[in-house]
T-cell receptor, first 115, second 119 residues
């Protein structure tokens, strides 16, 4: 079974500041990990994913995440926040190697960016 | 990247009526699609797994007779909310995996969602 815990339901940063959104996972098998972003009244857009190829994963819009097995973490970071980054962010995990499996989502973290 | 569409994007209906939501993969084939439900300010919860040509697999606690799923082709899955009630008001999102990506690619593409309001 897999589960995801996102620490902090709301994170607020100043424009230009570092963004750090925390995600810890639990999985009985080697995990696939994902970060998605959701803008108001829209579906989910994939930011990046970890599929065991590299522990540091770079995604779109300047985001990156590092897989740390010893800490069971997959935190999302961006060096400099932009106003357009304000949205809801979801961490998700999938444990199957064969595909056709749904994702298990965390509860989400709302990112606010202050001018 | 692959595109998944949903129709309608918004629907308002009276209590007791049925509503059909379509999920289409526009430029790829998907034997499996997933239906999620999202309540305000909450995460996505998996409702069911839709398999082309066979019955859907429902998550525990989801009424299969209330949420009818039909996956008639490799590009279309439909979710019908039967005899809708106000508590069914929610944001429904589907996702699909591209068959051509390969067996071990775990990327799912999400639709834009359908917001249902039952009065």
């Amino acid at each position: 079974a897999q589960s995801v815990t996102q620490l902090g339901s709301h994170v607020s940063v100043s424009e230009g500041a570092l963004v750090l959104l925390r995600c810890n996972y639990s999985s009985s098998v080697p995990p696939y990990l994902f970060w998605y972003v959701q803008y108001p009244n829209q579906g989910l857009q994939l930011l990046l994913k970890y599929t065991s190829a590299a522990t540091l994963v770079k995604g779109i819009n300047g985001f990156e995440a590092e897989f740390k097995k010893s800490e069971t973490s997959f935190h999302l970071t961006k060096p400099s926040a932009h106003m357009s980054d304000a949205a809801e962010y979801f961490c998700a995990v999938s444990g199957s190697l064969s595909g056709n499996t749904p994702l298990v989502f965390g509860k989400g973290t709302r990112l606010s960016v202050i001018a | 990247g692959a595109v998944v569409s949903q129709h309608p994007s918004w629907v308002i209906c009276k209590s007791g009526t049925s509503v059909k939501i379509e999920c289409r993969s526009l430029d790829f084939q998907a034997t499996t699609m997933f239906w999620y439900r999202q309540f305000p300010k909450q995460s996505l919860m998996l409702m069911a797994t839709s398999n082309e040509g066979s019955k859907a697999t429902y998550e525990q606690g989801v009424e299969k007779d209330k949420f009818l799923i039909n996956h008639a082709s490799l590009t279309l899955s439909t979710l019908t909310v039967t005899s809708a009630h106000p508590e069914d008001s929610s944001f429904y999102i589907c996702s699909a995996r591209d068959l051509q990506e390969g067996r071990y690619q775990e990327t799912q593409y999400f639709g834009p969602g359908t917001r249902l309001l039952v009065l």
